[in-house]
């Protein structure tokens, strides 16, 4: 059983359309990071949301984290082909009186010129 | 650039080989992972070094093991691998160990293809 899902699974827009992503679970985070991998690296942390409801902006880039803190997204304002790139998030649960980071399996953008 | 290094980016063995994977991070963090990235997988977290002890092995294979000298080098012996474990191998940095949650700093990866 996945515990994070993300959706879509594929995107390809062409370059200045608006883009939405989407991580969802059913297990309560304490926390959830998201990161961008471009092709041939590894991926690097774009944000960390800690507080039900945040919202977050890079740039264009707006993140929200879900009242219950059970979900979050990704929203990208006209988005660039630099923008291209496999998103993944990656949510803070408990396990064993610590805790754990678990990932899911990415949204793959690509943004074409 | 993101200070953790992973040699060699990509590597071909056969079955019967015995190869290594080498991680160095430039960071001054205490904690070392090994993650691997398949296709249409979620990352799997394969083990976490936290001081230089492993702290965490997640019912890992043992033809898959792990080698942590020091807090910079991280290495993943492998040895009479399986077709199924060709994959994108990713070496992570951070300050913390065991239930850390925060910021991983991520190598670019060692594309592993087992023939």
């Known amino acids: 059983t996945q515990l994070l899902e993300q959706s879509p699974q594929f995107l390809s827009i062409q370059e200045g359309e608006n883009l939405t992503v989407y991580c969802n679970s059913s297990?309560?985070?304490?926390?959830l990071q998201w990161y961008r991998q471009e092709p041939g690296e590894g991926p690097v942390l774009l944000v960390t949301?800690?507080?039900?409801?945040e919202v977050k902006k890079l740039k264009r880039l707006t993140f929200q984290f879900g009242d219950a803190r059970k979900d979050s997204s990704l929203h990208i304002t006209a988005a660039q082909p630099g923008d291209t790139g496999l998103y993944l998030c990656?949510?803070?649960?408990?396990?064993?009186?610590?805790?754990?980071?678990?990932f899911g399996k990415g949204t793959k953008l690509t943004v074409n010129p | 650039e993101t200070g953790v290094t992973q040699t060699p980016r990509h590597l071909v063995m056969g079955m019967t080989n015995k190869k290594s994977l080498k991680c160095e991070q430039h960071?001054?963090?205490?904690?070392m992972y090994w993650y691997k990235q398949s296709a249409k997988k979620p990352l799997e977290l394969m083990f976490v070094?936290?001081?230089?002890?492993?702290?965490e092995n997640n019912s890992v294979p043992s033809r898959f093991s792990p080698e942590c000298p020091n807090s910079s080098h991280l290495f993943l012996h492998l040895h009479t691998l399986q077709p199924e474990d060709s994959a994108l191998y990713l070496c992570?940095?951070?300050?913390?160990?065991?239930?850390?949650?925060?910021?991983?700093?991520f190598g670019e990866g060692s594309r592993l293809t087992v023939l």
């Open positions: 949301v800690v507080t039900g409801g």
């Open positions: 070094y936290s001081l230089e002890e492993r702290v």
């Open positions: 297990s309560v985070f304490s926390s």
């Open positions: 992570a940095s951070s300050q913390g160990g065991t239930g850390y949650t925060g910021e991983l700093f």
């Open positions: 990656a949510g803070a649960v408990p396990q064993g009186g610590s805790e754990k980071l678990v």
């Open positions: 960071l001054g963090h205490n904690a």
